[in-house]
C-alpha cells in the first residue's frame, strides 16, 4: 500500500506529495516541523508537540492555517490512513509559495504536509553496544542569533556537524555553543551521569528543548535520581560513568565513545539501561 501524505487539506500518494520551487520552505528554510512518534496506535505526546509547532510558528510571525485540535485530528488522521501502529511523524509548516525574494508577505497562504512512516535512526546493535561520538567544529548558533527552541526547517547549522560526523566516520555529533559548553548534538540532547547523578545542559546552552528529554527528566526523579540541568563541558562527559542520547526518533541510546576516550567501561551504563526501559514501558502505556 503506497504511503499517504497529507498536503495542504488532501492525502495524496507519496510519489504525488509535491511543493512548488517556488515555496519559500524550500527556497530558503521558512517554516517549522516537529517530528513525532506513534506507539501501539497511539501518537506520544501528541498535545505537547503540537504547541511547540505553534509556537515556533508564533515565534517566526508564521500563523498555522488550522486550529491545534484541528492538526492534532489530521496527525492521527495520518496515522490511522496509513494502518499504521509504531510510527514517526513529520509535521511540516512552510510559509508558502511566494516569489524569489524573501519578503514573507508575498506568501498568502502557509503550507502544511503530514508524513507518516517507518523509521529506524538507528541499529539494535548500536543500542545493545552503545555509539561512538566526535565534537564537532561546527558550533550551535547563538541564542543572540536564533532561538534554538525555534523547531526551523533551516537545518543548516546541525547539517554541517553532521557531514563533519560523516567524514569521520560516526553517526552523530557533538555541538558546542559560542562560549565552548555542551549543547546537543546534531539531532539529539545529550545527558551524563556521575556519581548517581543525571545531568544534561540547561536551556541557555543553546538547546531545542527536547520532549524527550523532558519525558526522560520526568522518569529519573519518579526513580529517586538527582537531575541537574547546568552548563557542562567536554570534560564533564570523558570522565563520566555514563553518557546517553535521547530524541524523538533516537528514544535513548547510550554513548561509549567520545572523541577516543572511553566512557565508563565502553558499554552502556546501568542508569542509561534503566530509563530506557522506563521510557520503552511509559510509551507503551
Known amino acids: 500500500m503506497s504511503v499517504k501524505v497529507y498536503v495542504d487539506g488532501n492525502f ?3 510519489e504525488e506529495a509535491c511543493v512548488s ?35 515556533s510558528g508564533k515565534a517566526i510571525m508564521l500563523t498555522v492555517p488550522m486550529s491545534e485540535k484541528e492538526m492534532a485530528d489530521k496527525i492521527n488522521e495520518t496515522v490511522k490512513l496509513n494502518s499504521l501502529k509504531d510510527a514517526y511523524i513529520r509535521v511540516v509548516v512552510s510559509r508558502g509559495k511566494g516569489d524569489l525574494g524573501l519578503d514573507p508577505r508575498k506568501c498568502p497562504k502557509p503550507s502544511v504536509i ?3 512512516d517507518t523509521i529506524q535512526l538507528y541499529p539494535k546493535e548500536l543500542y545493545d553496544k552503545g555509539l561512538e561520538i566526535i565534537t564537532g567544529a561546527t558550533n550551535r548558533i547563538p541564542n543572540e542569533c536564533l532561538s534554538p527552541r525555534i523547531k526551523s526547517l533551516n537545518y543548516l547549522n546541525n547539517i554541517m556537524a553532521k557531514i563533519e560526523g560523516i567524514n569521520a566516520g560516526v553517526v552523530e555529533v557533538l555541538m558546542l555553543n559560542q562560549n565552548g559548553y555542551i549543547s546537543e548534538c546534531t539531532g539529539d540532547n545529550i545527558f551524563c551521569v556521575r556519581d548517581g547523578k543525571l545531568m544534561t545542559p540547561s536551556e541557555c546552552s543553546g538547546i531545542l528543548l527536547g520532549i524527550t528529554r523532558a519525558t526522560v527528566m520526568e522518569l529519573a526523579r519518579k526513580q529517586g535520581i538527582d537531575v541537574v540541568e547546568t552548563n557542562l563541558n567536554r ?4 570522565v563520566a560513568d555514563e553518557v546517553f542520547l535521547t530524541g524523538t526518533a533516537a528514544e535513548i541510546i547510550g554513548v561509549t565513545k567520545i572523541d577516543g576516550r572511553v566512557i565508563g567501561d565502553g558499554r552502556p551504563g546501568k542508569v542509561t539501561k534503566q530509563l530506557k526501559a522506563a521510557f520503552d514501558k511509559y510509551v507503551r502505556a
Not at 570534560?235 to 570523558?238: E, G, P, T, V
Open 21 to 55: 520551487v517556488f515555496d519559500h520552505g524550500f527556497l530558503y528554510g521558512d517554516g517549522v516541523f516537529e517530528g513525532i512518534r506513534a506507539y501501539s496506535g497511539k501518537v506520544f505526546k501528541l498535545e505537547e508537540h503540537v504547541r511547540r509547532l505553534y509556537d
Open 235 to 238: 570534560y564533564d562527559l570523558y
Open 114 to 116: 503530514i508524513i507518516a
Open 12 to 14: 495524496v500518494p507519496k
